[in-house]
């Protein structure tokens, strides 16, 4: 299947400061991107879509102004948790879909973000 | 609305063959059924997918109900690499669906 990377695989910052996780698809050209947040022992939440050289759309309840998303070419977005605080401590994963129909959807192996 | 419904959790002997099921009960006709897994603090990964008819995969079989109701997943001979949490979800492939995740069945090989 298609390859998606993220980068960094793990990342721990202090509380008020801001990181930005990458989203690439390395063999595949993604014109959607999509933001996954998975808390311990829970299932995976869709928090925002990206469309390539678009406003990302936000699910409701993810604050668009904290979790800044830039999609700047078909195999790049990321994603920038602005002012984190210990709450936003989890693990992100972005996904990549291909175009065509049926269409596929391939997953990062995420990114474990621990704010302290 | 929860599309599809799991068993939480099923174990398995490694060597024997797993059987996942799911429920979709609701599944329109334009609605294909996808299998991912997520192995612990892995992003999910595509299994298989099918719509009316069964398919077969190097990595698992989908057994689809003749009125789609219902779908299970077959592992062949499960190892103990396939413990991990297997979510079945139903979706279109037009526009900008998205991919849903509900809680899947957490499924454990037993040496």
Redesign the interface.
Known sequence: ?AV?S?HPSRVICKSGTSVKIECRSLDFQAT?M?W?RQFPKQ????MA?S?EGSKATYEQGVEKDKFLINHASLTLSTLTVTSAHPEDSS?Y?C?ARTGG??????????T?LTVT | DAKTTQPTSMDCAEGRAANLPCNHSTISGNE?VYW?R?IH??????II?GLKNNETNEMASLIITEDRKSSTLILPHATLRDTAVY?CIVRT??G?E???????TRLTIIP
């Open positions: 299947g998606v993220q959607t999509f996954y299932s995976l939440m869709l879509t469309n693990f994963i996904s129909v049926p269409y596929e959807q391939y997953f990062g192996p995420g474990r | 294909y991912y997520q603090s892995q992003g999910p990964q595509y997918h979510y492939n037009f900008n998205k991919l849903t995740f509900g809680t899947g």
